[in-house]
């Protein structure tokens, strides 16, 4: 008799404890495995993740005023994670611990487990004169640490205050991805007014603090931005042939580039900057050329009675990808940045056009023609791997975030134009609003803003 | 039987060389079209050897204009006709090939353009909505000067003659269906 109810005692504990084991591993492999996005698996699900408002020091308080500087912070950082589709911000009204606590003391862990969330960032700000002073710190819950090691002060002028959200944006995704971020950059881009008329706008990523390039133009078209991000090439018709212009945004200066007999089309700057290839129908048909920008020299590439176009350096300068129809259609070449060795690299289709080499690299971006419809396509350097990422009736354009994973392009609705991008894995479409009555077409992506 | 056959054969010989390009194939594969405009490639090439251009005169020699003091205008019996006359000829798509039918339009323009008074000639290129930016801004000038090329082996003075492309920025027709496109697949004539 006392040996069976020593067993069932023992049987009973041996359970609660096998159980209790067993969930105290499970919950320690979660602990002990680190917060990472891996971005290049395509639909995962966002990351929950708390953006509170950040704290002003020069009050130490709180401000959820929308003018205030906390507030508007940690909105365009929260917008950043939100765009890129890897993040899902929690809404601040359920966070059961306050900003202020979780700066000036810490995380309290259960409560932010409570809530949902499995990273935090925490924020201040300290206005100095004219300056700001922003800081940060990233913190995974379920580890209950800071990740990255330690936080980031920032500082610049007020004005300045959405680059800082950016920068600390791109901090972020870095530390939980591993890569580096594409939010502290611009997108330049040709809006059409409800006149027709066709000018170079430039705004920063999320479409605050646009510009548009005015003059007595009413075609211009395709603008490239520049290795360091603070010129951009582009075309014009205001001399009344297309010629190619050069806009040096900090400093707002205007100047033509060459004046050669023909078309004068489709510039791309060399990653060193020291570069720029061009298609030029001054020999008999449109072939492209490179020019060096200091000493203006001119050296021709392409030889031959067909159309040659659209170049796009490869990311280390040796080599360039193109548009040429001398197999009979539309189709990618690729030559050493000398015009030696062209070699073509699409196969497949008759018309495979607007070739655009990624900074990483790894691969080219372009426009597939096929079954009547043009679609955003990626294909390794190598010719292999090609993917077709959209599916509508006329997109083209594509252009490369700073960090190669993100896709800007146009896409054309009847007689509107829009500007969406789409992730590398082929998810994640989503359109980039502008003015309303805007046409928005030829997007180009700068580099990081540095 | 034999005959049946050779029937046949002769038959389908004469199927395949009656049909045309299918839409969208190369503009190398209507033997015409090709074996004209090499023609024309070889003409301008034979002149250009020669080192000569001829200038054809631009008033009175040709009749229209005459002492009996009609003009370029109205009221001659042959303005009804040059009235309708496009000053333009169309492509297929992804081509710079002049058909025939473009020739003959560009032909009559010469008439035109003798008797139009002008100091300059700009041959626009344009394309349809489909396809890219910047290939499109090519092909308009191929367009172009295709039909440079032609006016100019033709007698017209080269040197009063501009070309530029518009891509598919300038539809002459709105439009998103093969009927549009066809009508802005195109070289313009304007005259200066």
Known sequence: MVSHRVNIWSMTLLTLWSLLS??????????????????????????????????????????????????????????????????????RKSFLQDA??????????????????????????????????????????????????????????????????????????????????????????????????????????????????????KLALTPRFSPNGESLFYLSYETGHPRIFRWDLYTGKKRQQGDYRGLNSAPSWSPDGSRMAMTLSKDGNSEIYVKDLKTEALK?????????????????GRRIVFNSNRGGTPQLYIMDADGDNPHRITF??????????????????????????????????????????????????????????????????????????????????????????????????????? | ??????????????????????????PESGPDLTEGAEA???????????????????????????????????????????????HRVYFNFDSALLSDESRRVLMENLAWLERATWSELIIEGHCDERGTREYNLALGQSRADVVKEFLVSQGVDSTRIRTISYGKERPLVSGHDEFAWSKNRRSELVLR
């Open chain 2, 40 to 86: 024309a490639a070889e003409k301008q090439e034979t002149e250009s050897r020669q080192g000569e251009a001829l200038n054809r005169p631009d008033a009175g020699e040709t009749g229209f204009e005459g002492p009996d003091g009609f003009g370029n205008e109205t009221g001659h019996q042959g303005d009804d006709f040059i009235e309708e006359l496009e």
């Open chain 1, 22 to 91: 067993l969930f105290s591993m499970l919950a320690a492999e979660r602990a002990s495995a680190a917060l990472n996005i891996d971005i290049s698996k395509g639909g995962l699900d966002p990351l929950p993740i708390a953006v509170p408002v950040f704290v002003d020091l020069n009050t130490n308080k709180v401000s959820h005023d929308a003018a205030a500087p906390g507030r508007r912070i940690a909105d365009v950082v929260m917008a950043d994670l939100e765009r890129s589709g890897l993040f899902r911000p929690l809404k």
């Open chain 2, 1 to 26: 039987m034999k005959r049946m056959n050779l029937f046949v054969a002769l038959f389908s010989l004469g199927l395949l060389t009656a049909c045309g390009a299918p839409p969208g194939a190369p």
């Open chain 1, 348 to 450: 497949e289709g008759r018309y495979n056009a607007a070739p655009s080499w990624s900074p990483r690299g790894d691969w080219i971006a372009f426009v597939k023609g096929g079954g009547g419809q043009f679609r955003i396509a990626v294909i390794g350097p190598d010719g292999r791997n090609e993917r077709v990422l959209t599916d509508a009736w006329m997109d083209e354009s594509p252009s490369w975030s700073p960090n190669g994973r993100v896709i800007l392009f146009s896409r054309q609705k009847g007689n509107r134009s829009y500007l969406y991008s789409i992730d590398l894995t082929g998810h994640n479409e989503k359109r980039i609003r502008v003015d309303q009555k805007e046409n928005a077409s030829d997007p180009s992506w700068s580099p990081l803003i540095r």
């Open chain 1, 100 to 217: 202020l606590s979780l700066w000036r003391v810490s995380p309290q862990y259960r409560n932010w487990r409570l809530v949902g969330a499995e990273a935090i960032v925490s924020g201040a700000v300290r206005s100095v004169g004219d300056k700001i002073r922003v800081g940060f710190l990233l913190y995974d819950v379920f580890q209950g640490s800071l990740i990255g090691g330690s936080g980031k002060w920032f500082t610049t002028s007020e004005k300045n205050w959405r680059y800082i959200a950016h920068r600390i944006a791109d901090e972020i995704y870095s530390r939980l991805t591993g890569e580096s971020g594409y939010f502290a950059s611009r997108i330049a881009f040709i809006a059409q007014d409800e006149e027709g008329r066709k000018r170079v706008s430039v705004m920063d990523h999320d479409g605050a603090n646009r510009v548009t390039l005015t003059s007595h133009a």
């Open chain 1, 300 to 316: 021709r590439l392409t030889y031959n009675r067909v159309i040659d176009t659209s170049p796009s350096w490869s990311p280390d």
